[in-house]
């Protein structure tokens, strides 16, 4: 079992204790099904992170079972329980291949993710769901989140009125000001160009 503890994943340290927990998981031969227990710290943000290990290390093989504390936007995206219901499916549960989505940072997404304009500004910028454009111009942001079947992405504008999805297998913005956050994590670097598309390999994910 891979347990979330109090060091922040998105920094240095939390980046190198998840791969070596992960690394750890992996050396025993044995090992056909990792369980994941997120702690309260942005349990979704962890298992994204260990999830991205597994990929990097080309062991999407291995069943992964998520525990989570408390009801998240991963658990509502795949229709998981939390708390001890969650430990009683990880344990008995089978495991069912998901579309696992990724972006071009080779980070996972696994509950949800915005794409948003620098400082609070609206994105100026264009966006698209495979050939269908999403928007051109400013918006106030793109939201996306992972499918738990195919095609495997859908997005939409972050916008309270017009909250119509797009689906398809990847989800692109470019922009001038563009910023990402993933899991409720803001990172404050601009990029030109953010991505979030179905990786070739699926998850292997403990469903009920």
């Known amino acids: 079992m891979l347990g979330q503890n109090s060091t922040p994943h998105g920094n240095a340290a939390g980046k190198a204790a998840v791969r070596a927990l992960v690394s750890g998981a992996l050396d025993d031969p044995a090992t056909t099904r ?38 998240t936007p991963a658990t509502r995206r795949y229709g998981l329980p939390h708390g001890p219901a969650a430990d009683t499916l990880a344990q008995s ?34 966006s698209y769901v495979d050939n269908e454009r999403l928007f051109t111009g400013d918006v106030r942001g793109v939201v996306i989140e992972p499918l738990p079947e195919a095609p495997g992405v859908r997005a939409r504008l972050d916008h309270p ?3 119509r999805w797009e689906t398809g297998r990847a989800a692109q913005t470019g922009g001038t000001n563009l910023v ?11 990029v030109k160009r953010s991505t979030f598309y179905r990786h070739h390999v699926d998850l292997l994910l403990v469903l009920p």
């Not at 069912?96 to 949800?112: K, M, N, S």
């Not at 990402?180 to 601009?190: A, N, S």
């Open 34 to 71: 990792i369980v994941i227990r997120g702690g309260p710290d942005n349990p979704d943000a962890f298992a994204a992170a260990v999830l991205a290990r597994l990929m990097i290390a080309e062991r999407l093989d291995v069943e992964v079972a998520y525990v989570a504390p408390v009801a």
């Open 93 to 126: 549960g089978n495991a069912r291949a998901v579309p696992l989505i990724r972006d071009d940072a080779a980070t996972v997404l696994l509950g949800r993710a915005r794409q948003l304009g620098e400082g609070g500004a609206k994105l100026h910028g264009e």
């Open 161 to 163: 009125l017009r909250r």
């Open 180 to 190: 990402v956050e993933r899991e409720g994590v803001l990172t404050d670097r601009v």
